[in-house]
């Protein structure tokens, strides 16, 4: 009879209370966040690796160079690479041969594109394609130009304009600065974390120091300065350390090599410093923290909208209210994981199905066995995750609010009715 309908939708704020509650986060944190930076500071990468590159007219070998060009026409003739063979008693070979214009100017010159690829797409005029120049090099056999890949640099970035443009139309200003520490993420990364990589060092803690600077400063840069946004980190960090612990105990279990692609193979080639089963450590780590993000600042923000309509429900209740929640993101997010997994990996179940292999044994191989653990390890940090988040939510919340059934208000201090949301 006696509450106003204006306080059973805001929490009511005890100023004191609300100080103890930032100070416990913050002396949770604050060690951690400094400790990432000092790590960062200790393993900043020195440039003492060997750098190569395979672009612009750069010699790769002996004369030869990376080169690009635009395709002008395709026609059915003799392929290049089979022409003089008659010579010496071969046979020359009828294939399509591509016309390329070269961006550095001259004349047309002719690719031969690998069959596979020819089946999934034919070059259309236009399209602008890398090649691999030979012409330079004293060679009496093969084709004096070589195809490497189409170059997709303009579809990429209008794909990226446009995912920026709708993220920060639906989401306002909080998108754009979502936008804005995803780039400072990934220029972190590629600034920070794979030098130090390519230098040698140990990856697990590059990959922690790394991942834990940027859920620092994308979550707060994103989400703002405030309790909500502090438990999720605490959530964040605290699946990060599962899916480490997690992931270095199975690289070594279940004997992952790290060498299951062409890419692993070349690094190791030119890196021999480098720690392929480290880099796929360093990898799962990378993965399960966006996905952790994900899931983290949901279940915070839950339990406050939770407490911000039932002011003063127990702890016990806002935990099982924020955990039926939980629940149905556990699940819908773990099918996320493995669905997008599975699709990456469509041709390998492809080869088994054509293959007298079990499902099974095609599992356990290399390349599957690798995706298979990612998914398992993202999914037991983001499932542990999500009921620590909750908790600590509650305790938050709880510290920072009047808290109590009744919800009475203390005789030395009178509480303010605000919204949890816009203040802490």
């Not at 030098?195 to 600077?213: D, F, H, K, Q, R």
Request: proline share 4%.
């Amino acid at each position: 009879m006696g509450h106003s309908h204006s306080h059973d939708q805001a929490i009511l704020i005890d100023p004191a209370r609300r100080r103890r509650a930032s100070i416990i986060l913050w002396a949770l944190l604050a060690p951690v966040g400094a400790l990432a930076l000092v790590m960062v500071i200790v393993l900043w990468p020195q440039g003492s690796y060997d750098r190569f590159a395979l672009n612009g007219s750069m010699d790769v070998a002996g004369g030869a160079s990376m080169q690009t060009g635009t395709v002008t026409r395709s026609l059915e003739q003799d392929c290049p690479s089979s022409q003089g063979l008659e010579e010496v008693g071969g046979k020359t070979l009828s294939c399509t041969v591509t016309y390329v214009m070269p961006s550095d100017g001259g004349a047309e010159i002719q690719l031969e594109i690998p069959a596979e690829q020819l089946q999934a797409r034919q070059p259309r005029a236009g399209d602008e394609l890398r090649y691999l120049d030979l012409s330079a090099v004293d060679t009496t056999s093969g084709a004096p130009y070589v195809f490497v890949d189409y170059v997709r640099t303009l579809p990429m970035i209008l794909l990226a304009l446009a995912y920026a443009l709708v993220v920060v139309l639906v989401a306002g200003w909080r998108g754009t600065r979502a936008m804005i520490g995803l780039v400072g993420g990934l220029v972190f990364m590629v600034a920070y974390m794979v030098p130090a990589l390519l230098e040698g060092g140990n990856p697990v803690l590059i990959a922690l120091t790394g991942s834990t600077t940027i859920m620092f400063v994308a979550l707060y840069f994103a989400h703002g300065l405030n309790a909500k946004t502090s438990t999720a980190l605490l959530g964040t960090l605290f699946g990060l350390a599962v899916t480490a612990g997690l992931a270095v105990w199975l690289t070594d279990a279940a004997a992952l090599t790290g060498a299951n692609d062409e890419h692993a193979m070349t690094l190791s080639t030119v890196a021999p410093q480098v720690s392929l089963p480290g880099l796929l450590i360093c990898g799962l780590l990378i993965g399960g923290m966006g996905v952790l993000n994900d899931v983290t600042i949901t279940q915070s923000a839950t339990v406050w909208e939770l407490a911000e309509t039932a002011p003063h429900a127990k702890a016990s209740e806002l935990f099982l209210k924020g955990m039926r929640i939980g629940r149905d993101h556990i699940a819908s997010t773990v099918y996320t994981i493995a669905f997008a997994y599975a699709g990456a990996a469509l041709p390998v179940l492809a080869i088994a199905a054509l293959s007298d292999q079990s499902f099974g044994t095609t599992l356990g191989t290399g390349g599957m066995a690798e995706e298979v653990i990612r998914i398992l390890i993202g999914s037991i940090g983001l499932v542990l995750a999500i009921p620590v988040t909750t908790a600590i939510a509650v305790i938050v919340v709880k510290a920072t609010g009047t808290g109590g059934a009744h919800g009475r208000r203390s005789a030395r201090a009178t509480p303010t009715p605000i919204a949890i949301d816009s203040q802490l």
